[in-house]
């Protein structure tokens, strides 16, 4: 957008010079989570920050041998894809239908229709009790934990807030349970802070804009804790951190419209930000066109998940090795025989 391709009413707002009028910076889709699910155990086997990092058998075992507790692949043990058929149970339950019925002014969001928008494939054979909806992350810890403040800093969450739900529990042996939405309705938008390019963009990722998004998570977060009530966890003596969380006191604790509202309080980004570049029709908000080359400009190529018109139900870090692969291929064809 700071070349001069991108909306031209947004572009002239910016006196940029307009190149192409393009839907650039709209689309904008997240794999939004929420991580505020902290259960305790009452045995070591959880990742205790002061404990991890002042052991040095902890390094060793690392160094030499390849494994312990370093070895944790981002501080996840296991990971779950689930279908929680949220908005079928929504249908079902509407007298609680105001709890969740938040919208976001002045911004449209997208209900996905697979057999519109893939009408030649097998999309009509499945129903969409077919496809998980969201994923459930295990932790090996959680903030009560993590006592550095770095994570808690990602989160932007503030010393006050912290201290308030995690500080009489500072240092204890936990774990979260982190509900992901895979196939989130919301639709956000990118846009530019002015046309210095050193000024940060704003990013209005509308979580939860779409009232089914908020519904699903409430649903996830709810089968988050029968995962933990399993007798597997039971062993441990697992319960939930029972702090209720500042600016949801007026609710009941774990309701609905509880959980409701800590998603909005505290839900984060999974960095799988995706469709800003979409790759479509020109007529239909694309872009770009199938071979990633940005409509109406010469020579121009997006290469990276901002083409993906609708983001996955899955982690965004192969199909962009996917992306850049298959961009490579179609670089290499367009030049084959032309260079000698």
Avoid at 59 to 65: A, H, I, P, R, V
Avoid at 83 to 109: D, L, R
Avoid at 156 to 166: D, I, N, Q, R, S
Avoid at 269 to 276: E, F, M
Wanted: aromatic share 8%.
């Amino acid at each position: 957008m700071l070349s001069g391709i991108g909306p031209k009413d947004h572009l002239n707002s910016l006196d940029i010079d307009v190149i192409e009028d393009l839907p650039v910076g709209f689309n904008l889709q997240d794999h939004v989570s929420m991580s505020a699910l902290t259960f305790l155990v009452n045995e070591s086997v959880t990742i205790v920050e002061p404990r991890l990092t002042s052991n040095p058998v902890n390094f060793m075992k690392y160094l030499t041998e390849g494994n312990g507790p370093l070895t944790i692949l981002g501080g996840v043990e296991a990971l779950a894809l689930v279908n929680t058929k949220a908005n079928n149970y929504m249908k079902k339950t509407q007298k609680e239908k105001s709890k969740f019925n938040y919208t976001v002014p002045n911004i449209t969001s997208i209900t996905i229709n697979r057999n519109k928008i893939y009408p030649d494939t097998n999309a009509s054979k499945l129903s969409e009790d077919d496809f998980p909806d969201v994923e459930l992350v295990l932790g090996v810890s959680s903030l009560a934990g993590e006592t550095s403040g770095s994570y808690r800093s990602l989160l932007g969450l503030t010393e006050e807030f912290y201290m308030e739900v995690y500080g009489d529990y500072k240092g204890f042996d936990s774990f979260m349970i982190v509900p992901v939405l895979l196939q989130p309705k919301s639709r956000g938008r990118l846009t530019l802070r002015s046309s210095d390019p050193w000024d940060s963009p704003i990013v209005d990722t509308n979580y939860y804009g779409h009232e089914d998004d908020l519904n699903t998570m409430v649903q996830a977060i709810k089968i988050a804790i029968e995962v933990a009530s399993t007798e597997a966890f039971k062993r441990f003596n697992t319960t939930m951190l029972p702090v209720p969380f500042p600016g949801c006191k007026h609710v009941a604790f774990k309701s609905d419209a509880y959980w409701t509202c800590v998603s909005r309080h505290v839900s984060t980004t999974l960095g799988h930000y995706v469709g800003t570049c979409r790759m479509s029709t020109r007529k239909n908000s694309g872009v770009v066109d199938h071979r990633l080359r940005v409509h109406g400009i010469d020579g121009l190529r997006v290469v990276d998940a901002s083409v993906m018109p609708i983001i996955i139900a899955g982690h965004t870090n192969a199909p962009v090795y996917m992306i850049a692969e298959k961009a490579s291929d179609m670089i290499k064809e367009n030049w084959k025989g032309s260079v000698s």
